[in-house]
């Protein structure tokens, strides 16, 4: 079945590492997407590629990292630099603008 | 800028009641479009509903239905005889406001649904 697996599921940081969460969809999309999910706060858009080997920082950039250098692939770094880590992260994909998207199950990342 | 609003943070029902979930939207783009999600406790966003501005048509599926009013800027979810599956956070978000070839699409921050048996 098509869609998007995302790992780990639970991830857990420490104070000044980097860590990267996965996203691989075999559904063809063009576009991918990684939103971060804060409790009252809905969805923010971290990064959004529309094709491969291009990216885009959305309205939360900073401290984040992203590669695409696959069509499957769209990893996210959480890097040292992003203060407040603690989140839930969504990755998503589309065939394109003003398309649904197809969600992740989501990574939980927790810094400790 | 574009913006959703749900006013509803959370909201309990006993199964079988109905239920609407309110959102409102602002955005000064003449095309767009507005779409529903469902978040169970799973994580996952699921597609629910996509409607273009120029489409006012209610529609209906099963016990969803969506009432789409552009001259109140609304987009109401109602579920009909509510099931304890229906428990959920629902996300009413709005796409419009193309730049750079991208379609800004913005979330809003979603009704909790709590179905009671």
């Known amino acids: 079945d098509g869609g998007i697996t995302q790992s780990p599921k639970y991830l857990f940081r420490k104070e000044g590492q980097n860590v990267t969460l996965s996203c691989e969809q075999n559904l063809n999309h063009d576009a991918m997407y990684w939103y971060r999910q804060d409790p009252g706060q809905g969805l923010r858009l971290i990064y959004y590629s529309q094709i491969v080997n291009d990216f885009q920082k959305g309205d939360i950039a900073e401290g984040y990292s992203v590669s695409r250098e696959k069509k499957e692939s769209f990893p996210l770094t959480v890097t040292s630099a992003q203060k407040n880590p603690t989140a839930f992260y969504l990755c998503?994909?589309?065939?394109?603008?003003?398309?649904?998207?197809?969600f992740g199950s989501g990574t939980r990342l927790t810094v400790v | 800028a574009q913006k959703v609003t749900q006013a509803q943070t959370e909201i309990s029902v006993v199964e079988k009641e109905d239920v609407t979930l309110d959102c409102v939207y602002e955005?000064?783009?003449?095309?767009?479009?507005l779409f529903w999600y469902k978040q169970p406790p799973s994580g996952e966003l699921v597609f629910l509903i996509r409607r273009n501005s120029f489409d006012e048509q209610n529609e209906i599926s099963g016990r969803y239905s969506w009432n789409f009013q552009k001259s109140t800027s609304s987009f109401n979810f109602t579920i009909t005889a509510s099931q304890v599956v229906d428990s959920a956070v629902y996300f009413c978000a709005l796409s419009g406001g193309v730049s750079g070839g991208y379609q800004k699409v913005t979330f809003g921050t979603g009704t909790k649904l709590q179905v009671i048996p």
């Open positions: 955005t000064r783009d003449t095309t767009y479009y």
């Open positions: 998503a994909s589309s065939t394109g603008t003003a398309s649904s998207y197809t």
